[in-house]
């Protein structure tokens, strides 16, 4: 069983607001990832993580920043939500190696549906 | 850039078998992946086949690899209301550390 979790599930917030979705593993996975999914079901990799003070953008570009200070935490934040951020927001982590070593599995988590009014 | 497509829609009847197709354009994919998303939930591994093989068969699951026309396959077989979900094709290629992800197909299972 994979443990990844985020929180909240969902969230409806007011445009401006600041938030952050969490999202920790317990695994000790170096690799942590953040999707948006479209309702259309699209994932789109937003940002992603190989290790601790390490993040890098995504194909699609996103106002949201990533941190990731410890291995098993990677937040996300959007400083002023919009309409337009509402979506799904899954987070991934994995082993996937740098030598290529191992099948590259993703653990997703079981989301965070965010709403913004 | 690498492209994974599948269509979006299937529907099938209970005790059928279902087949979910993918087609992706990077050759030097190493592993490619199919994911089950239940509604309300994140995505779950459900087979993975390494780019070396043409069939991998696990209980009511075989995927089937060409390689020449980069095409990808999922059979379920004997599908049950409980299969409805999005599945998703994935592959890993490049730098390792990069996974796309089809455009997902909806399965409804019709008892």
């Known amino acids: 069983e994979a443990d990844i979790y985020q929180t909240p599930r969902y969230l409806v917030i007011g445009t401006g607001k600041k938030i952050t979705l969490e999202c920790s593993q317990t695994m000790g996975h170096d690799k942590m990832y953040w999707y948006q999914q479209d309702p259309g079901m699209e994932l789109h990799l937003i940002h992603y993580?190989?290790?601790?003070?390490?993040?890098e953008k995504g194909d699609l570009s996103s106002e949201s920043t990533v941190s990731r200070i410890r291995t098993e935490h990677f937040p996300l934040t959007l400083e002023s939500a919009r309409p337009s951020h509402t979506s799904q927001y899954l987070c991934a982590s994995s082993v996937l190696g740098t030598s290529g070593v191992g099948t590259g599995e993703l653990f997703f988590g079981e989301g965070s549906r965010l709403t913004v009014l | 850039g690498e492209d994974v497509e599948q269509s979006l829609f299937l529907s099938v009847r209970e005790g059928d078998s279902s087949v979910i197709n993918c087609t992706y354009t990077?050759?030097?994919?190493?592993?490619l992946y199919w994911y089950k998303q239940e509604p309300g939930a994140g995505l779950q591994l459900l087979t993975y086949?390494?780019?070396?093989?043409d069939m991998k068969q696990d209980q009511r699951l075989t995927v089937l690899l060409n390689k020449k026309d980069k095409h990808l396959s999922l059979r379920i077989a004997d599908t049950q209301t409980g299969d409805s979900a999005i599945y998703f094709c994935?592959?890993?290629?490049?730098?390792?550390?990069?996974?796309?992800f089809g455009t997902g197909t909806k399965l409804q299972v019709i008892p």
């Open positions: 086949i390494f780019s070396n093989m």
């Open positions: 994935a592959e890993r290629s490049g730098g390792y550390q990069k996974v796309t």
């Open positions: 993580s190989y290790g601790v003070n390490s993040t």
């Open positions: 990077d050759s030097s994919s190493t592993y």
